[in-house]
T-cell receptor, first 117, second 108 residues
Framework: EPEVTQTPSHQVTQMGQEVILRCVPI?????FYWYRQILGQKVEFLVS????????KSEIFDDQFSVERPDGSNFTLKIRSTKLEDSAMYFC???????????????FGPGTRLTVL | GQQLNQSPQSMFIQEGEDVSMNCTSS?????WLWYKQDPGEGPVLLIA?????ELTSNGRLTAQFGITRKDSFLNISASIPSDVGIYFC????????FGTGTSLTVIP
């Protein structure tokens, strides 16, 4: 079964530092997402990415955040200057077709736990 | 951002019982999704609904896309211990909005 992978599984950083979270989506997928989940809370959408550009982003995804697909396999989320409130699980997800109107599924990675001290 | 109200917040049921949870929104969505999340893991998509009024089953799970496009429900029949987890609804318009989750505990 194909799977989305994420590295690292846990990242600890000092406030103000830059972090890069890495994801390898499933190889033939075209739509990529980042979500975050603060401990004990709901999953929150951050950004969607298609055709090498951001297609949608939430109000959480401010100028501190950026995404990149530097090669054909990796999809990264960069937080430029981390804040304490950025501590959360960050999930990457991908799927092939547009979800709307087509039967397909969205696959989530196992997540990266980011701890900002 | 948009709020999805999911209820109940938590459920404690006996093994074998049926479960029902729902999700409502003030906004219309084109797609409703239901996920299950086990502790320490990413969400897993259970059912996706694409048309208003659509009723879809996946094994013991049944979900419906409300005809107003502002709500959805998920039923689990004959619950088993491995159904334990947190269930999230999500609506998709131009982006995903997740519900607050329903924590399900199944007592053997």
């Amino acid at each position: 079964e194909p799977e989305v992978t994420q590295t690292p599984s846990h990242q600890v950083t000092q406030m103000g530092q830059e972090v890069i979270l890495r994801c390898v989506p499933i190889s033939n997928h075209l739509y990529f997402y980042w979500y975050r989940q603060i401990l004990g809370q709901k999953v929150e959408f951050l950004v969607s990415f298609y055709n090498n550009e951001i297609s949608e982003k939430s109000e959480i995804f401010d100028d501190q955040f950026s995404v990149e697909r530097p090669d054909g396999s990796n999809f990264t989320l960069k937080i430029r200057s981390t804040k304490l409130e950025d501590s959360a699980m960050y999930f990457c997800a991908s799927h092939y077709w547009p979800l709307e109107g087509v039967t397909d599924t969205q696959y989530f990675g196992p997540g990266t736990r980011l701890t900002v001290l | 951002g948009q709020q999805l109200n999911q209820s109940p917040q938590s459920m404690f049921i006996q093994e074998g019982e049926d479960v029902s949870m729902n999700c409502t929104s003030s906004s219309i969505f084109n797609t409703w999704l239901w996920y299950k999340q086990d502790p320490g893991e990413g969400p897993v998509l259970l059912i996706a609904l694409y048309k208003a009024g659509e009723l879809t089953s996946n094994g013991r799970l049944t979900a419906q896309f409300g005809i107003t496009r502002k709500d959805s429900f998920l039923n689990i029949s004959a619950s088993i211990p491995s159904d334990v987890g947190i269930y999230f609804c999500a609506g998709f318009g131009n982006q995903f909005y997740f519900g607050t989750g329903t924590s399900l505990t199944v007592i053997p």
